[in-house]
Structure formats: structure tokens, C-alpha cells
């Protein structure tokens, strides 16, 4: 086989591997990290849980019926176990005229007696604490007419907040003495275990009703009347546990006042931006047990607090024998160098004991003074560093992006589906991949069964038209010498 047969050969063969490679990236199963959402936004099958009605209700009973037109005989009734926020208890939900005029419509709870909720003339609410609900049972909380309502007239609230995170939103409302809290939580780099909203703190242990704030534990004022002690840094919080974590009352103030942070519970394989400003003010010589990668280097742990803002990395040195690690200080009010701000944290490791070992004091400090992402570290040697960020590319993954480079560009340029979502649906970059696949695959087989022929009739028509071209030079010559010659010859005579 001469060297132009291997060429187009090989060059067959990479347009094959190409066209694999491109369907097997292109259409492979895809492993994602699934998308965390609120726990009430999730579906229902039943209408059991916390609910929290909208502003307006739909002028339409679960059956369809318009609620303004109905007549006394139209009430509908449906069998509920349900409390409101404020621990009152019913058994009825009812829609009806009203009992007087037989005008407008009205919704109603009941117990012992009617309690009207809501009203369809003026489209308002006659007491807002009936507006968040927990169903517990009933014959109709499986009653699908009853769960479509439910679910377009109301948002559906988590049934706990155990082990959930939350940013609190800049600006807060709470009314004087909302609720006080028994719940396990962690912000900053620090445990706290009950939550006061509408209280302020005048002295130590002695909380004081006061709108549109809240406290940790009895003496922490975090937000007052707009201000934040320190926004960044307590705004986010990390509830593990507690008797609340149930509470309506705290689950309706979330939901209202923060935003749903995702949940984390490993530090491991995780990478942190620090923001500029770090507050560790309140944290008193903290040493968080992580094993990270910054600035291109390892280091064993983090200490935060050892005097007033400062945060120092215990960094491995050369000599593990006599010396395995210095302590550096990266922060002091400001960062010694900007490449200490992120970090790659690939495992844990006790090396130096400080208290109780906590993985959510760790987690609340970085939620609080950092931004986080996910990151797997790339295989390769412990002492070898040098890749900081993550975004690193294998061998075999850049040829496989080479080869697949033309048909990506073919397949994007050409994305273009006809008669979509029809039994003629047609997309034209599949059809022209096909085609290609198709014209090379017969091209090899028409090579091997033909023995090749086709090469060799291709190089034997390139030899002929060489040899011709020759003969045809050749004959120029001869026509030029014997036309000298004639001159010549005719010279002499």
C-alpha cells in the first residue's frame, strides 16, 4: 500500500471517528446536578401541608361555578382538617352566596359557627392570619377539582425548614413581637440557637417588642428598622434543627422575607471566592480543620479571628520533616495578595484541635464571606497544584473536540427543523450528518471489496495523464530542434 492509499485512508477514518465522536457527545446521557427547588413549588398528590393563599382568589368554585352567581342552593362544601397561623382549628371550606342580599359570593372556614375569609364584592380578605392554612386531613384532600384550586389560588409552603439555607432579603417587614424561635442555626462561623423577630434587645436577656426587627439568641441585635449589623455576613443563615423548624408562623416569614439558599453539608470538593471585605469581628480564633489549595499552594487549615479581622492559612513548606507547614497571614483588614481569595478545598484533616469540630461553622463562614461553587479537582499528582481555577482540559477530551469540531459547526449552521412536531418532522443538520456517514462508510467498503480499484484506477489516470503530458513536451522539443535544423539547413544552401 504506497503512501497516497494510507492518506486517504486515514483521512476517511477521521472523518468516521468524527462523525462518532460528534453523535456520542452530542447524544449521549447526560449526568446533571439536579436543580434543588422550594419546597413549595413542589407538586401535589394530596392537598395535605402548609398553604399559603394569593392577594386575589379566582372568582371560580373548584367545580367551575362562578362564586358571584350562585344561588343559596349552590353552596359547595368540601371536608377539611385545617388550621390557620394562628392555631385555629376548622373542619368546612365553603363557597356560598352571601346570607343577606345574595349578591356576591364569599368563601368561608367553619367550624362550630361560619367564619367568612374572603370576600368576591370587594375581592379582599377579612383577616389576614386566614390566609396561611395547614391541612392535616380530611375526606376531600384527595378531591382533585379541590387540589386544582388549591393549587392556583394558594403557594405551597415547605412542611419544615430542617437543614435548609436562606439569604434574608436587604429590606425585612416584622410586626412587634412576631415570634420567638427555638431553632438551631449557624451564621458567620457561628452557632445560634433561637430566632426573635419584632424584638430588639435594650439590654443583655432582656428583648423589647419593636417592628421591622430581629435578633439572634436574646442579645444579638442583627436588623433593626432597616439596618443590617452587617449585612453580608448575617443575612445568610443555615437551619439544621430545632422544635420550630415546623412552625408556620417562622416557615410564612421566610418565605416572605428571604430567599432559599441550596443546602450544604460537605465542604469537600467545593471552591470559594472571598469577598473583599471579611467581617470576623465577632468570631474569636476559630480554626477550621480543611485541606485547600490556594495561590498555587497547599495548605492544612484556616484560622479566622486570631486578632481583630485577619484570617491566616497554615501553608505547606518544602521540608514536611522538620517543618510541614508556616502559618501566613492572607487577610488583615485587607488581602495580602488577591490570589488568596479563592480556594479549593479537597478534603479535612484534624492536625490542630481548637473546640468542638463543627462542618457548619466552617459552612456558615464561607456562606457568609464567600461566593461558592461546586468543583471536582482534577486527577493528578498530591504535590502538583498548579491548576487553580478548574478549568483544565484533558488530552483525550481536546482531540475529541478537534474531531468534532467541523461537524459541530455543520450541525449548529444547519440546525433547522421542518414541519416540527408532525409525523414529517425533519431536521436538516441531521440529514446532511447522514449523508456524510453514509458516503464515507460506502467509500471504505467500496475500497476494500474493490480491492482498492478505485485508488488504483485513480493513480493509474494520474500516471497516464503525467505520462502524456511528458510525451507531449518531448514532441515539442523534437519540433523545435528539427525546425532549427531546417534553418540551418537552409542557410548553408
Not at 122 to 132: H, S
Not at 397 to 417: G, H, K, N, W
Request: hydrophobic letters at 35%; a neutral charge; aromatic letters at 14%.
Amino acid at each position: 500500500m504506497n503512501t497516497k492509499k494510507i492518506i486517504i485512508i486515514g483521512t476517511l477514518s477521521a472523518i468516521l471517528v468524527g462523525l462518532c465522536s460528534f453523535a456520542y457527545t452530542k447524544f449521549k446521557p447526560r449526568t446533571t446536578t439536579p436543580v434543588i427547588k422550594p419546597a413549595y413549588a413542589d407538586e401535589v398528590e394530596t392537598a395535605n401541608g402548609n398553604w399559603y393563599f394569593n392577594e386575589t382568589l379566582t372568582n371560580q368554585t373548584p367545580t367551575g361555578a362562578n362564586v358571584n352567581t350562585l344561588s343559596p342552593s349552590q353552596t359547595e362544601t368540601y371536608s377539611l382538617n385545617y388550621t390557620t397561623i394562628n392555631n385555629t382549628s376548622y373542619t368546612i371550606m365553603q363557597w356560598r352566596t352571601d346570607t343577606n342580599t345574595h349578591t356576591y359570593g364569599q368563601f368561608v372556614y367553619r367550624a362550630s359557627s361560619a367564619q367568612v375569609s374572603y370576600n368576591f364584592n370587594t375581592n379582599t380578605w377579612t383577616n389576614e392570619d386566614r390566609k396561611t392554612i395547614k391541612i392535616t386531613g380530611g375526606t376531600d384532600t384527595t378531591n382533585p377539582l379541590f387540589i386544582q384550586w388549591l393549587k392556583q389560588n394558594a403557594t405551597k409552603l415547605p412542611n419544615s425548614i430542617e437543614n435548609t439555607s436562606w439569604k434574608i432579603n436587604n429590606t425585612i417587614t416584622a410586626n412587634a413581637g412576631y415570634g420567638q424561635f427555638s431553632i438551631n442555626f449557624y451564621s458567620n462561623g457561628y452557632k445560634y440557637n433561637n430566632l426573635k423577630i419584632g424584638y430588639h434587645a435594650d439590654s443583655i436577656d432582656n428583648p423589647t417588642t419593636k417592628s421591622n426587627a430581629f435578633m439572634f439568641n436574646n442579645s444579638y441585635n442583627v436588623y433593626d428598622n432597616g439596618t443590617w449589623e452587617h449585612e453580608r455576613q448575617w443575612s445568610r443563615i443555615t437551619i439544621t434543627d430545632g422544635t420550630d423548624t415546623t412552625n408556620l408562623s417562622l416557615i410564612l416569614w421566610l418565605y416572605n422575607n428571604a430567599e432559599q439558599m441550596n443546602f450544604i453539608s460537605s465542604v469537600i470538593n467545593t471552591k470559594w471566592t472571598f469577598e473583599d471585605s471579611i467581617n470576623t469581628i465577632a468570631i474569636s480564633d476559630n480554626i477550621y480543620n480543611i485541606q485547600f489549595t490556594t495561590n498555587r499552594k497547599q495548605s492544612f487549615y484556616m484560622r479566622v479571628g486570631r486578632s481583630t479581622n485577619t484570617i491566616d492559612y497554615a501553608i505547606k513548606t518544602p521540608n514536611q520533616a522538620t517543618t510541614p507547614y508556616v502559618v501566613q497571614v492572607v487577610y488583615n483588614t485587607y488581602w495580602t495578595n488577591p490570589n488568596y481569595k479563592t480556594i479549593i478545598i479537597t478534603g479535612t484533616e484534624v492536625i490542630q484541635q481548637s473546640g468542638v469540630q463543627d462542618v457548619f461553622l466552617i459552612i456558615s463562614f464561607l456562606q457568609s464571606n464567600a461566593n461558592g461553587t461546586s468543583y471536582t479537582p482534577i486527577p493528578t499528582n498530591p504535590d502538583d497544584y498548579d491548576i487553580e481555577d478548574g478549568n483544565f482540559t484533558s488530552i483525550q477530551s481536546l482531540i475529541l473536540r478537534i474531531l468534532t469540531l467541523p461537524f459541530t459547526f455543520l450541525a449548529q449552521a444547519f440546525d433547522v427543523t421542518l414541519w416540527e412536531g408532525t409525523a414529517w418532522e425533519f431536521n436538516i443538520s441531521n440529514f446532511i450528518m447522514a449523508i456524510i456517514a453514509i458516503a464515507a462508510i460506502l467509500f471504505i467498503i467500496k475500497l476494500f471489496t474493490s480491492e482498492f480499484s478505485v485508488l488504483g484506477n485513480y493513480s493509474s489516470n494520474r500516471a497516464e495523464t503525467k505520462l502524456t503530458k511528458s510525451k507531449t513536451k518531448l514532441n515539442k522539443q523534437q519540433y523545435k530542434q528539427n525546425k532549427q535544423q531546417s534553418k540551418q539547413t537552409s542557410k548553408k544552401e
